[in-house]
């Protein structure tokens, strides 16, 4: 089932330009994932935080976790084509005990050169 | 080696056949998922086994049937499907009990005709 809403639903920007998007999500959680997916191929991991975290970076990826709003953000810097993607965020519950990801709904970006 | 390899990549069947998915992993990781995404949807869990035991049936119907032969691969058996089952089927792993980050592999674009 799903876990929470993300929005925007679609995303369209141009090369260079920062794309931003955001996870809401209902349940206490232990950390909270991001992933990109290609074409409807594969899911990519693309960077976790913890509930006890409340910001984290990996190359042009910056996300923010506020679990008192039960929100998270995910910012893509400087965006390349190759950006063009969808992008979920997941959840781990504190109650899960066997890494069952719950899955927002999913922000589709398109990046035009 | 990181990779979650999923055979076939396409599958075309009809409503009385009988098929099955492979999934394969070497990175020792003693939990794996079966999730199922329809177009533009999240993926949704199916099944998860967790040291080669399954420990979630996400009320999937009977005509799905998951096997984990060993550590390392994962199986699903498709019978008397539905043509509302054609989706893409991921296979996903995780080191178990840790609470991080799942690999997915490509996945199987399924069709029933």
């Known amino acids: 089932s799903q876990q929470g809403e993300e929005d925007p639903q679609a995303l369209s920007i141009q090369e260079g330009e920062n794309a931003t998007m955001n996870c809401s999500y209902k349940?206490?959680?232990?950390?909270l994932q991001w992933y990109r997916q290609n074409s409807g191929r594969g899911l990519v991991h693309l960077i976790l935080?913890?509930?006890?975290?409340r910001e984290k970076h990996s190359g042009r990826l910056r996300v923010t976790l506020d679990t008192s709003k039960k929100s998270s953000s995910l910012l893509i810097t400087a965006s390349r084509a190759a950006d063009t993607a969808s992008y979920f965020c997941?959840?781990?519950?504190?109650?899960?005990?066997?890494?069952?990801?719950?899955f927002g709904a999913g922000t589709q970006v398109v990046v035009t050169p | 080696d990181t990779e979650v390899t999923q055979t076939p990549k396409h599958l075309v069947m009809g409503m009385t056949n009988k098929k099955s998915l492979k999934c394969e992993q070497h990175?020792?990781?003693?939990?794996m998922y079966w999730y199922k995404q329809k177009a533009k949807k999240p993926p949704e869990l199916m099944f998860v086994?967790?040291?080669?035991?399954?420990?979630i049936n996400e009320s999937v119907p009977s005509r799905f049937s998951p096997e984990c032969p060993n550590s390392s691969l994962l199986n699903l058996h498709l019978h008397a499907l539905q043509p509302e089952d054609s989706a893409l089927y991921l296979c996903?792993?995780?080191?178990?009990?840790?609470?991080?980050?799942?690999?997915f592999g490509q996945g199987t674009r399924l069709t029933v005709v």
């Open positions: 086994y967790s040291y080669e035991k399954l420990s």
């Open positions: 349940t206490s959680i232990n950390n």
């Open positions: 935080i913890r509930s006890n975290e």
């Open positions: 997941a959840t781990l519950a504190t109650t899960d005990s066997w890494g069952k990801l719950q």
């Open positions: 990175m020792g990781h003693r939990a």
């Open positions: 996903a792993s995780s080191p178990a009990g840790l609470r991080t980050e799942a690999f």
